[in-house]
């Protein structure tokens, strides 16, 4: 991939709205988002059914290209340091400032996070060009690694328990970003709530405590996550920035997980130089949309769900990869924007699934296939020490989808190979890894019926072609739950929007599914999820805590266009006011900027002059 500094003159479709106004001028105006909040869209049930009409793609030959492997952000030295008085909210180095929680003198700032020295990073978002198919450029915008090549995936983050992060994010696009980092247990300022932004031309200190969730006591370290990954989450552009190459890996470590690789239970996560270890292998499968000459389709009246014409892994078409007789961890990340994959070997072979989102499992679990929607994941352990040298089987998705509704249902005959994998090596490496269905992993700590103070209900809408949460439109100003810092809380979530799967993404904790359809869940599902598979007609019941921190952050379908097109709620966390004990009111109630700037990391002024930004 290159840097691309012109990409305003290609003619990538992205770069204006049906309207023929740019994504600024549309905001300036009254945003797309005020638009289909006043349901001012008239003729979408009239194209309902259009969006599945897609270009031909490029044609090329697969499983000639190697699977990439995305590099690690460095760290580095970062100039004025973050916190300082040049790095403040309003700063000219650092506009949006750092989560306030950062400094150790605020309450939700404990001793123990800071284990070890704070690590440092810096990464820019820019116009590139990737190549997506082999041959063919494709503008496209990445996030490149202090001034290496940009890459797509971006470069994987790598976090540590007890050691924490600051990532320092320049924007150089022309749209506004708000980098969330998915799983991660974060400060609002820091977690990519959408319009946390980060503005063209300006940088924002991403603040990662890498702790695990507490209220009281010590920290819950059966919450520390594996596989995150990070993508941005713009208001009203997620779907579009994602498409184009916003995303990447990130991958966490503790000592239960470090235990389990020095037993050989797993595979070592780096290589003695510090890169990704060659037997633990993240995959993100994305469906890109490409017209002929490579520029990335997109139609931005499609609230449905872009479904791709080109299966990329880690941002290649249809890539090989050469492994050896021995086990495998492979991280599987669906980050497509609407299409749910069912993935199989193709030699029929199980998976010894360990993990499911962002945490691993209790315990291994042998499934024959792993059904995952946007923006779930999955890792797996599989053997190939049995298999003779020379032996080729594909990593292949079984199940069919030709629109943003819903999958067809599994079809072999429609079954595609995402990966190619070639057993390499004469000897078979028997015994590599310690680890079989069963296998202990990460304790889980369950939340319990007596914890429970409260029960909501979200019912999932469909209105006027866009979408709904209680038959609400997504709105930045509006507080949909006050919620009691330290509580654990009971949620219905129900999807009877007529035909419609709703991955649904809640930020900031895991959550437990209690039940799916009055029925418990299977297995890999039963511990904790950040994203609840609400397939058409289904309720689930789950439990969550909320705790650490304090301040806004909202849950959302992951079918990035139905997260764009408002079905988003917005939930506050609320501290104990210390002398009556009451769980205190919470700062959005209508005004939201009414709070500190520090929160959403813009000065007070600027959102007084530009208040259509925030709605
Ligand atoms: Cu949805």
Not at 239 to 266: K, M, P, W, Y
Not at 567 to 579: A, F, H, L, N, W
């Amino acid at each position: 991939m290159k840097p691309n500094s012109d990409l305003t003159t290609g003619n990538i479709v992205t770069s204006t709205l049906a309207t023929g106004m740019t994504r600024r001028q549309a905001i300036i105006t009254g945003g797309v988002g005020s638009i289909l909040a006043a349901g001012m869209f008239p003729n979408l049930k009239l194209r309902a059914n259009e969006w599945s009409s897609l270009p031909d793609a490029p044609r090329f030959t697969p499983f000639t290209q190697p699977l990439p492997i995305p590099g690690r952000l460095g760290k580095c030295t970062l100039n004025p340091v973050p916190g300082c008085e040049e790095a403040r909210c309003g700063s000219e180095a650092v506009y949006h400032g750092i989560a306030p929680e950062f400094y150790t003198n605020h309450p939700a700032h404990h001793p123990d996070w800071d284990q070890k020295p704070t690590a440092c990073h810096y990464m820019e978002i820019q116009h590139a060009v990737h190549q997506f198919v082999p041959g063919i450029e494709s503008p496209c915008f990445a996030y490149s690694a202090n001034g290496t090549t940009p890459s797509f995936p971006g470069p994987t983050f790598r976090m540590r328990h007890g050691q924490p992060a600051v990532i320092r994010l320049k924007n150089n696009i022309d749209l506004e970003t708000s980098l969330h980092h998915h799983g991660a247990h974060s400060p609002s300022h820091s977690d990519g709530h959408p319009v946390h932004y980060t503005f063209h031309g300006e940088c924002r200190d991403y603040y990662y405590p890498n702790a695990a969730p507490r209220h009281h006591g010590s920290q819950d370290l059966s919450e520390n996550p594996s596989t995150m990954w990070y993508h941005d989450h713009g208001n009203d552009v997620t779907a579009h920035n994602v498409a184009h190459g916003l995303c990447g890996f990130s991958l966490f470590t503790d000592s239960i997980e470090e235990d389990l690789i020095s037993r050989q239970v797993l595979p070592e996560v780096d290589d003695a130089f510090g890169n990704q270890g060659a037997y633990d292998i993240p995959m993100a499968f994305h469906d890109t949309a490409l017209n002929p000459d490579g520029t990335i389709y997109w139609d931005p009246l499609n609230l449905d769900g872009r479904i791709g014409n080109i299966f990329t892994t880690n941002g290649v078409a249809q890539p090989f990869l050469n492994v050896e007789r021995r086990a495998y961890r492979f991280r599987f990340l669906c980050a497509n924007l609407a299409r749910v994959i069912e993935l199989r070997l193709s030699n029929g072979q199980p998976w010894l699934q360990i993990s499911n989102d962002s945490w691993l499992l209790p315990r291994a679990v042998s499934v024959s296939t792993i059904r995952l929607m946007p923006g779930k994941r999955a890792d797996v352990i599989v053997d190939f020490s049995r298999m003779p040298e020379g032996t080729v089987l594909f990593i292949e998705n079984i199940m069919d989808q030709d629109n943003g509704r819903k999958p067809n249902g599994v079809d072999l005959k429609k079954r595609v190979p995402f990966v190619q994998l070639r057993v390499v090596g004469k000897t078979a490496q028997t015994g590599s890894l310690k680890i079989g269905a069963g296998t202990p992993l990460r304790p889980h700590v369950p939340i319990t019926q007596d914890e429970i103070v409260a029960t909501r209900v979200f019912e999932l809408n469909r209105s006027n072609g866009a979408w709904q949460i209680n038959k609400e439109f997504y709105n930045a100003t509006r507080c949909d739950a006050a919620i009691q810092l330290g509580t654990a809380e009971r949620w219905i979530l129900r999807n009877n929007s007529g035909g419609w799967v709703h991955p649904l993404h809640i930020h900031v904790e895991s959550h437990q599914i209690q039940k799916i359809n009055g029925r418990a869940p299977k297995t890999v599902w039963a511990a904790k999820t950040d994203v609840s598979p609400l397939e058409d007609g289904t309720e689930i019941e789950l439990f969550m805590k909320f705790r650490t921190f304090c301040g806004p952050f909202v849950f959302h379908c992951h079918n990035n266009n139905h997260e764009d097109h408002r079905m988003m709620k917005q939930i506050e966390i609320c501290g104990t006011d210390p002398v009556t004990g009451k769980m205190q009111k919470p700062m959005l109630n209508g005004s939201y900027y009414a709070v500190e700037p520090d929160v959403c990391g813009i000065p007070q002024p600027d959102i007084d002059s530009n208040p259509h930004l925030f709605s």
